[in-house]
T-cell receptor
């Protein structure tokens, strides 16, 4: 079974703080993704990575950065948190390439920015 | 037009009946199609994937794909209260670099 863990289930931060969300997977998957999920907007891709030290912008990268120093770990960084970044953040992983790339999700981090 | 469209619901179905969830997509060259189930407050979990036209059955779940109509559906037979959740349709393009695009989800409620 793929196991994807995220550092916190719930997080409360203040406006302007630097926030780190961490995702760790134990299945040696090459691909890792960060999404945010908001009511009525569905899942939106923030950043993804196909390999160590590699990153690609998703659909809504503004205000975020990422780091992938090791294959199993993918961090999402909010450089200066704002209230509009209050959301559910989901990490996902998938293996290899080709058409049958199924994504497996972590439990999510519900972030509230005050 | 959204890339992946689903009726947001809620869709209310009596226990034991068939629940039918629908999804349309805009990119004609899409190759991979997924259905995820998401319980309230939880993360999505993959329940079905389908890659070729026709039906694919797994237990009480059947995924149906019609690429000509750009339409994918999920049927849940003998619906149970535990099937009450939001169902996300996801679509991926043909290349290894293609991203998965998720729909906003359909909320399904099974009434006893």
């Amino acid at each position: 079974d793929v196991k994807v863990t995220q550092s916190s289930r719930y997080l409360v931060k203040r406006t302007g703080e630097k926030v780190f969300l961490e995702c760790v997977q134990d299945m040696d998957h090459e691909n890792m993704f960060w999404y945010r999920q908001d009511p009525g907007l569905g899942l939106r891709l923030i950043y993804f990575s196909y390999d160590v030290k590699m990153k690609e912008k998703g659909d809504i990268p503004e205000g975020y950065s990422v780091s992938r120093e090791k294959k199993e770990r993918f961090s999402l960084i909010l450089e200066s948190a704002s209230t509009n970044q209050t959301s559910m953040y989901l990490c996902a992983t998938s293996s290899g390439g080709g058409i049958s790339i199924e994504q497996f999700f972590g439990p999510g981090t519900r972030l509230t920015v005050l | 037009q959204k890339e992946v469209e689903q009726n947001s619901g809620p869709l209310s179905v009596p226990e034991g009946a068939i629940a039918s969830l629908n999804c349309t997509y805009s990119d004609r060259v899409s190759q991979s199609f997924f259905w995820y189930r998401q319980y309230s407050g939880k993360s999505p979990e993959l329940i079905m994937s389908i890659y070729s036209n026709g039906d694919k059955e797994d237990g009480r779940f059947t995924a149906q794909l019609n690429k000509a109509s750009q339409y994918v559906s999920l049927l849940i037979r003998d619906s149970q209260p535990s099937d009450s959740a939001t169902y996300l349709c996801a679509v991926k393009g043909p290349s290894s670099a293609s991203k998965i695009i998720f729909g906003s989800g359909t909320r399904l409620s099974i009434r006893p």
